[in-house]
């Protein structure tokens, strides 16, 4: 089976750097996404991490370590349309990933 | 930029009624995919279908459930009787290889479905 944890809901100031954390537990590992996902809409790609270490893509970063079952995702320069959703899913023993509850995200001036 | 596209946007239905909830893929894409999001809870994966055939399915893809690609565009969900708790947002999704490495998912807008 498999098991996602992350905080429900962060609060951070426009312009400021803000961490989100996922652990996992999973008796399979292919690899860890992260997705955003704004209200009522559907959620969008952002990362896919195989590797352990730091990926970055512009204002986002994504790290991992597969030995500590340990993810997260780095925003930078954070700005309000930052206020959304961010979803950690595994990608397990198959392919398909299962999503964690996500973690809400409130950006203020 | 191509996407994905689901109709309707939302669907009220009455419990034990069938709905038809239809998804036109991206075009180049070999791999499609329903999950669910019951309002406030995660995402959850329903199904995936390849080459004309499902290729995986959750638990929750029982026999009320079924999906068919009826022509080489639409991507179709069916639910035989709808339940009260069938009530959820319904996201389809494409690839254009198996997911995993950047092979990522790319979701449509949803479909709301409203059992009454």
């Known amino acids: 089976g498999q098991n996602i944890d992350q905080p429900t809901e962060m609060t951070a100031t426009e312009g400021a750097i803000v961490q989100i954390n996922c652990t996992y537990q999973t008796s399979g590992f292919n690899g860890l996404f992260w997705y955003q996902q704004h209200a009522g809409e559907a959620p969008t790609f952002l990362s896919y991490?195989?590797?352990?270490g730091l990926e970055e893509k512009g204002r986002f970063s994504s790290f991992l370590s597969r030995s500590k079952g340990y993810s997260y995702l780095l925003l930078k320069e954070l700005q309000m349309k930052d206020s959304a959703s961010y979803l950690c899913a595994l990608s397990g023993g198959s392919y398909i990933p299962t999503f964690g509850r996500g973690t809400s995200l409130i950006v203020h001036p | 930029e191509p996407e994905v596209t689901q109709t309707p946007s939302h669907q009220v239905t009455q419990m034990g009624q069938e709905v038809i909830l239809r998804c036109v893929p991206i075009?180049?894409?070999?791999?499609f995919y329903w999950y669910r999001q019951i309002l406030g809870q995660k995402v959850e994966f329903l199904v995936s279908?390849?080459?004309?055939?499902?290729?995986?399915k959750s638990e929750i893809f029982d026999d009320q459930f079924s999906v068919e690609r009826p022509d080489g565009s639409n991507f179709t969900l069916k639910i035989r009787s709808t339940k009260l708790e069938d009530s959820a947002m319904y996201f389809c999704?494409?690839?254009?290889?198996?997911?995993?490495?950047?092979?990522?998912?790319?979701f449509g807008p949803g479909t709301r479905l409203t059992v009454l």
């Open positions: 999704a494409s690839s254009p290889l198996r997911t995993g490495g950047h092979n990522e998912q790319f």
């Open positions: 991490n195989v590797l352990d």
């Open positions: 279908f390849y080459n004309n055939e499902i290729s995986e």
């Open positions: 075009s180049n894409h070999l791999y």
